[in-house]
Structure formats: structure tokens, C-alpha cells
């Protein structure tokens, strides 16, 4: 069974294929983050009309990687939702429309349940059940996945998600956007101690987040040093930042090991890529006697792959295909 996957839920345009014998032949990915950093963020006209540019050239791409053409597809799977309705119902109207000329059916996929499958996807995949910790710019959960479509929601973050407090924050510090990775390297040249920051939620007693108060504290930080942030400012102050968000993500994560009394973790999103994260959570779990997966980051951050993945493996656990040409997306999925 080969199926094509299509994501274009925000500012990235993936298209992939997967075989069900063989695993991941081809994926193509363009991301929009140059275009949308500009403007300080992603900007949802602008995404959607540079998926429509970018689908059908990235068809082709993953096409001829693989070798194979529009015939060899048996379905094709995308991102129905959740995220940018325009930006979502580009993919769809894509998927869709393949289909219905190839005369496929279709399997709407739910971006997080791509998101929860994608470390399958790696060279050394863990085993169900797992606990995946799923932070990126869009997405903080904590989830038990003990199979496919048995997917537990352990806790989230009740206000921004991690992703979205670092890029903020690293603007409050004067960083372009996306900033994240970049208050992440700037936290490696400050001072830990110097300023103290809040752990919002930290003995909330659940595996619930909240980060927008983290920011708050971030922008009285910087409205107390006045007009002109020196250097030695902003890297004490993405320390402080970074210290207060990783050890929020890893006592929380800790505390769902500890409540499912599961052996593995995987961390999925952007956020994983953050260093001081993964030194952290790799000291915890040899000290704590679990594993750590981190999947490769071109499958952590939104991609084709992971869609094309979660449509095999939805039918091989029984969903049936729908007919192609029905089309309907679901923002708020
Ligand atoms: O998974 P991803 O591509 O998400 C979305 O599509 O939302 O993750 C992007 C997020 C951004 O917020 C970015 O700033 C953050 O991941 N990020 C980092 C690092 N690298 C990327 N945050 C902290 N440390 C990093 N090294
Ligand atoms: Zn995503």
C-alpha cells in the first residue's frame, strides 16, 4: 500500500510518501519560517498562498525521489486540521482533488495524532506504549500513546505553548522571529542565578503548563532595565528564561513517567531540540532508569512524513478510506 501524505496546517508544505512494507520512500519539505520572519510571525494569507505555490513542485519532488508515479497511490492522506483554516484547506482541496482523479480514497488525518506516530518514523523507534512530550510553537501536551488511535491527553498547557514563550520572549529581547533557537544559544553565554523567574504551575499538582505568565515576567524584566539592553542583560535573562521553561517541562514530564509507570519518552517538536532540555531530561531518565527517544528533527517539526505515516497506519488498524471530493477542514480540530 503506498500512500501519499500532505501537510499544510501552518508554515510548513510536506508531501511524503510511505509504503506500507518498505517505510518512508520520499519527502519533500518547504518551510515559509524566512518569508513569515519579517513580519514577526507567521502570517496566514502569505501561508496560504505559498502553499498553493509550493504543492504541486513538491509533489513532484517526492514523486521522483521514490520513483514512482501518480498511479502507484492507493490513498492519500492529510492534515485536515487543527491550524490555519486557509493554510489547511489548501492541502485538503490538493488531497482531494488528487484523489478524485486518480480515484483514491482519502484519509483526513489529525495533525497531533501525526505528530504523536511521527517517532516511528526513526532509525530507532520506540515501542508502544510510550509517553511523548509534544512541544513545539503551536503544541504542549503530554500524552500516553499506547497504540495507534489510543491516545491518552495526560495534560497541556492552558495558555501559550512552549514554543510560542520562547519566540516571544527572545522578541522581548530584541531576537528576530522565530526566536527560540535563538534565546536558546544566547542562555549558553549567561549567567545562571543572576535574575529569578516564576515556575508557572510547577506544584499545580496535575501535568498541566501555563507559560504566558513566564512571558509577562520576561517583559518586567526587560521594562525594568530601561531603554537600552546591554548584552550581558539578554543572555542572563534567556538563561533565567530558559532554566525556569526546562525545569517546568522536565518535572512535569517526570511526574508522567512516574504516573504511567511507563519506560519510555519521547519528546516530539521543535522545543526538543533544545539543548539544555535534552541534557536535562537524559541526566533524569538515567537516574529515574528510562529512555529517552528524540526523534530526528526534520520529523519533530511539521512535515509530510508523519501525515503519510498516521494514514497507513489508521488503515492498517482497521479506519476505512473515505471517498475522495468531500472537502471540509477543521481549525479548531
Ligand atoms: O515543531 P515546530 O516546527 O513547530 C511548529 O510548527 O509549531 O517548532 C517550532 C518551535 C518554534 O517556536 C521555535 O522557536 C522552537 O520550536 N525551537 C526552539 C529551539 N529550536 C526551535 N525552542 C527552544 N530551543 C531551541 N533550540
Ligand atoms: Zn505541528
Excluded at 544559544?185 to 496535575?206: F, Q
Aim: glycine content about 10%.
Amino acid at each position: 500500500m503506498l500512500i501519499l501524505g500532505v501537510e499544510s496546517s501552518c508554515d510548513e508544505t510536506g508531501i511524503a510518501l510511505y509504503d506500507s512494507e518498505a517505510g518512508l520512500l520520499s519527502h519533500a519539505l518547504h518551510s515559509q519560517v524566512a518569508m513569515h520572519a519579517e513580519y514577526g510571525g507567521v502570517v496566514p494569507e502569505l501561508a496560504s498562498r505559498d502553499h498553493i505555490r509550493r504543492v504541486v513542485p513538491l509533489l513532484r519532488e517526492a514523486l521522483g525521489q521514490a520513483g514512482k508515479s501518480l498511479n502507484d497511490i492507493d490513498a492519500v492522506a492529510y492534515t485536515r486540521g487543527p491550524g490555519l483554516a486557509g493554510a489547511l484547506l489548501v492541502g485538503c482541496a490538493f488531497a482531494e482533488a488528487l484523489a478524485l482523479a486518480i480515484d483514491k480514497p482519502t484519509i483526513p488525518v489529525h495533525h497531533l495524532e501525526g505528530h504523536l506516530l511521527s517517532p516511528l518514523l526513526s532509525r530507532d523507534p520506540p515501542t508502544f506504549p510510550f509517553v511523548a512530550l509534544l512541544v513545539s510553537g503551536g503544541h504542549t501536551q503530554l500524552m500516553r500513546v499506547s497504540g495507534v488511535g489510543q491516545y491518552e491527553l495526560l495534560g497541556e498547557t492552558l495558555d501559550d505553548a512552549a514554543g510560542e514563550a520562547f519566540d516571544k520572549s527572545a522578541k522581548l529581547l530584541g531576537l528576530p522571529y522565530p526566536g527560540g533557537a535563538l534565546l536558546s544559544k544566547l542562555a549558553e553565554t549567561g549567567t545562571p542565578g543572576v535574575h529569578e523567574l516564576p515556575r508557572p504551575m510547577l506544584h499545580s499538582g496535575d501535568l498541566n503548563f501555563s507559560f504566558s505568565g513566564l512571558k509577562t515576567a520576561v517583559l518586567t524584566l526587560v521594562r525594568e532595565q530601561g531603554e537600552d539592553l546591554t548584552d550581558t542583560f539578554k543572555a542572563d535573562a534567556a538563561r533565567a528564561f530558559q532554566e525556569a521553561i526546562v525545569e517546568v517541562l522536565v518535572k512535569k514530564s517526570l511526574k508522567a513517567m512516574k504516573q504511567t509507570g511507563l519506560k519510555q519518552l519521547v519528546v516530539a517538536g521543535g522545543v526538543g531540540a533544545n539543548k539544555q532540555l535534552r541534557a536535562t531530561l537524559n541526566d533524569e531518565a538515567k537516574r529515574k532508569r528510562f529512555r529517552v527517544y528524540y526523534p530526528e528533527l526534520e520529523f519533530c517539526t511539521d512535515n509530510g512524513a508523519m501525515i503519510a505515516l498516521a494514514g497507513c497506519l489508521r488503515l492498517q488498524a482497521g479506519t476505512p478510506a473515505k471517498e475522495a471530493g468531500d472537502f471540509a477542514v477543521q481549525p479548531r480540530w
